[in-house]
């Protein structure tokens, strides 16, 4: 199978997946959010996060390092697992930099955590990033290699794919636009 195909798989089923974990996150578990609301995590109206989409890929691609010439096999998935965070959590440094400085939005904000960049990235979630790197490893991975052979085996699912592209790219042009009005909203008040 092309790995463009693998890649545009993974990113569909990790923005998906990204965006349910970091809704229940927020509903259930955020300090952030005392009054427990429901609250859309990211920037784009619809149910993905792109953010956890390029993760997935990225972990896919990681999972694939050879790690053997560590001897001893816990020290192998311990190294694998801290390479994966650290690529993580760069990852979620640059989107966010990008969000802050290119487009004037905060999406999260570590600055009450110890030792944060920013606001952007602290040691604690770096650790779930590892946590979150043992789970893809041992029990998310080996399903996707199951889905890549079932997809391989039914390519009449790329429309799907397609679809889910296209609804995607309508989703980031009205998101983008609406940031526009709202942003140009906000000059003209404080103009008054």
Not at 2 to 16: A, K, N
Not at 18 to 40: A, D, T, V
Not at 95 to 124: E, H, R, T, V
Request: aromatic content about 22%.
């Amino acid at each position: 199978m092309s790995i463009f195909l693998v890649i545009t798989f993974l990113f569909f089923v990790g923005s998906i997946i990204g965006w349910s974990l970091e809704l229940f996150w927020r509903r259930f578990f955020s300090k952030n959010n005392p009054e427990k609301k429901w609250i859309n995590p990211g920037f784009l109206i619809g149910p993905y996060l792109p953010l956890y989409g390029f993760c997935l890929c990225i972990l896919f691609l990681l999972s694939f390092i050879n790690v053997s010439f560590i001897g001893n096999p816990i020290l192998q998935k311990i190294v694998l697992f801290m390479l994966m965070a650290a690529c993580i959590t760069i990852f979620e440094y640059i989107a966010g930099l990008i969000f802050i400085k290119g487009m004037k939005i905060k999406l999260w904000d570590y600055s009450n955590c110890f030792g944060n960049i920013k606001g952007i990235i602290c040691p604690q979630y770096s650790f779930y990033w590892i946590l979150l790197s043992g789970i893809y490893y041992f029990f998310i991975h080996p399903k996707i290699l199951e889905w890549l052979y079932w997809f391989t085996n039914n390519i009449s699912f790329s429309f799907v794919i397609g679809f889910f592209y296209g609804v995607f790219f309508i989703d980031v042009c009205v998101s983008l636009n609406v940031l526009n009005k709202i942003r140009k909203f906000a000059k003209e008040k404080m103009a008054l």
